[in-house]
């Protein structure tokens, strides 16, 4: 995510959708949905919308095209820009102060900076009360999508999202002899499994990864390693490996350890695609979709892609495969990694509301119906027909894997402050990164490159914590202690209350 704005990120592609109606927008369009004569006159606006979630893309387009049928004096503009470049445009942008109207988060420009900045807008006039209340509880929460009790963050996705899944293609499986009962739920299991595709057929291999794409790798590590040791979060973003009984980076824990090293024998004994370690997730999809791998791991999104880009149907989806087959979790801790943002600068404000209206109306619901994600909206989930089995069985494993866990949020608001600062501190390094060394054999020492990350993670966050406390603000490194929690238990804050510190 390295790239400056330039002028060809500005050529737009023009894209539209529908508002159908929420909270009486719609009161001036008839029932035939025919633009009303006094909207005639309008003058044509340009909305400007920034996007990183490729998966959404023919979501995007399919929906924006039905609300420029409805509003046709507003045009919606998004740039083709790969989400591996997203980060770099958005900070570019808020160095310039030239953001666009709308535009997705980002963590590496979190939401309490850009509130400081003065570049984003609250949307309590879009979300009264009775529409908050059809999110899932939650979802309004402190540093995520709201800033001193006011929405700053619209949600683009279910909260409970980002758990990792395995698919299985069901065409290598019946070419070698086996079936959906064959599909692995433990290591062993996986190897044992590995071979005998090995033995029927050297030119497919069991498992690829997308090993360049470090964000999933860290992420379906931490959840495999749970397996191990669950009080290390399973997690990925800026608390990955962070121990909230003792309240520190514990990245070198033996379930990081163990799940990096099984890993690494699967890339020595040929059980994992010799490609992994020099593409990202959707080349990865692809080799597996063209029947080169029986296995790939990602995240529940996958359904959409193999469906959508790769046309390809002949899949399942199963959970992770685990040391032993003991249960694994996913932290959810109330927030919502995918939403989007208002400008302060907008001058097309009233345009907006109509866009994120229609947003919460049709493209989550086309969320849903196209197998892509789950909608923030509980009735939505409920309500929408979805024909895709595999998208349901995806969603299906991740709400049982998610578990609500701690965060330091819940504890004290003032750490939202220590996330920001702690935002330009933390070490550029990560458990992908870390990862795509050890299987490229640059490094040697693992467990030792991983106590290094955790003790550069903790200097910076006590760095961080006296910084905020030192303005005044009352927060210290106690916020981030939960020894009453009991991981693989859903965190109660009550609960924990009764209990004391």
């Not at 509980?378 to 701690?406: C, E, G």
Request: aromatic content about 10%; hydrophobic content about 35%.
């Amino acid at each position: 995510m390295k790239k400056t704005l330039t002028t060809s990120l500005m050529t737009m592609l023009a894209l539209s959708a529908v508002l159908s109606g929420c909270n009486g927008s719609d009161s001036a369009q008839p029932a035939d949905g025919k633009v009303s004569d006094k909207n005639a006159d309008k003058k044509p606006v340009t909305l400007k919308f920034w996007s990183r979630w490729p998966e959404s893309q023919q979501v995007f387009e399919q929906a924006f095209k039905e609300f420029h049928e409805k509003y046709p004096w507003i045009t919606v503009e998004m740039p083709p820009v790969a989400s591996a470049q997203y980060a770099a445009q958005l900070q570019a942008a808020v160095a310039s102060n030239d953001l666009p109207d709308i535009f997705a988060n980002q963590s590496a420009v979190p939401m309490d900076q850009l509130n400081q900045l003065g570049l984003i807008r609250d949307l309590e006039d879009v979300l009264p009360q009775k529409k908050k209340d059809e999110f899932y509880e939650g979802t309004w929460a402190e540093g995520f999508t709201t800033l001193g009790g006011k929405v700053y963050a619209l949600p683009h996705f279910t909260p409970r999202r980002y758990a990792h899944v395995m698919y299985y293609n069901l065409d290598v499986l019946k070419s070698v002899g086996l079936s959906e009962k064959d599909v692995p739920k433990s290591w062993d299991e996986l190897v044992a499994v590995g071979k005998k595709i090995k033995e029927k057929n050297s030119s497919i291999y069991p498992l690829v990864l997308g090993v360049k794409t470090d964000w999933l790798m860290g992420g379906f590590i931490g959840q495999m390693a749970s397996a191990i040791y669950p009080d290390v979060l399973p997690n990925d973003g800026v608390n990955a490996g962070f121990n909230y009984k003792k309240g520190e980076y514990e990245h070198a824990s033996a379930g990081i350890v163990q799940t990096m090293q099984f890993l690494k024998q699967l890339q020595d004994d040929k059980i994992l695609h010799p490609n992994s370690l020099v593409i990202d997730y959707r080349e990865a999809s692809t080799l597996f979709a063209g029947g080169k791998a029986a296995f790939v791991i990602d995240g529940t999104f996958l359904t959409a892609e193999l469906q959508q880009n790769n046309k390809f149907n002949n899949f399942g989806v199963a959970p992770l495969p685990t040391k032993d087959g003991k249960p694994q979790y996913y932290a959810f801790q109330g927030e919502t990694k995918a939403a989007i943002h208002v400008s302060k600068n907008t001058k097309h404000y009233e345009e907006v509301k109509l866009f994120l209206q229609f947003y919460m109306d049709r493209v989550y619901t086309k969320e849903l119906e196209m197998g892509v994600e789950g909608s923030p909206i509980i009735a939505q989930n409920k309500d929408t027909k979805v024909n895709n089995p595999q998208f349901v069985q995806a969603q299906t494993i991740q709400d049982q894997t998610f578990i609500l866990s701690p965060h330091q949020y819940t504890r004290n608001t003032a750490a939202v402050k220590v996330n920001t600062e702690l935002n330009g501190k933390k070490p550029k390094e990560n458990l992908g990164k870390i990862f795509e060394g050890y299987l490229a054999g640059q490094i040697k020492d693992l467990e030792g490159t991983l106590k290094k990350l955790s003790a550069d993670y903790n200097t910076a966050l006590q760095e961080s914590v006296k910084k905020v406390a030192a303005s005044g603000t009352k927060v210290s490194m106690d916020d981030y202690k939960f020894p009453n929690w009991t991981p693989m238990q859903p965190y109660s804050k009550n609960k924990y209350d009764e209990l004391g510190k």
